[in-house]
């Protein structure tokens, strides 16, 4: 058990997932030409040590289903239509991570559903 005075998530940790998802947010809304400059991030990221990730664009959700498959990964996919979000939960369950290390839900960036802000 740490020490009272040591914080119960260490500044580091969370620091690393902060820019984890700051990388993600940012190479989502780069909208790259070429499609394996598009997935280079989401590559990398996948052999990293792991993170939290929320991706908002259906062109991505391919690629945050094989992040997802990297189980120290939780990626959160937000996507703006029911269609899009029925067919990306379909392939996140054939491939086995829906649910357990990947959510789908529909919404927007106008306000995350898990931001105080």
Request: charged fraction near 20%.
């Amino acid at each position: 058990m740490p020490h009272p005075s040591e914080p119960r998530f260490p500044l580091r940790l969370f620091m690393k997932y902060a820019y984890c998802l700051l990388l993600i947010f940012v190479c989502a809304a780069a909208g790259y030409a070429a499609e394996e400059a598009k997935l280079a991030p989401f590559e990398r990221a996948a052999k990293s040590g792991g993170g939290v990730a929320c991706v908002a664009r259906p062109e991505y959700a391919e690629a945050a289903i094989a992040l997802a498959a990297n189980n120290r990964w939780v990626v959160h996919v937000l996507l703006p239509e029911k269609k899009q979000m029925a067919d990306v939960r379909q392939k996140a369950e054939q491939a086995g991570v829906l649910g357990r290390n990947l959510y789908v839900e529909q919404g927007t960036l106008d306000r995350l559903p898990y931001a105080d802000i």
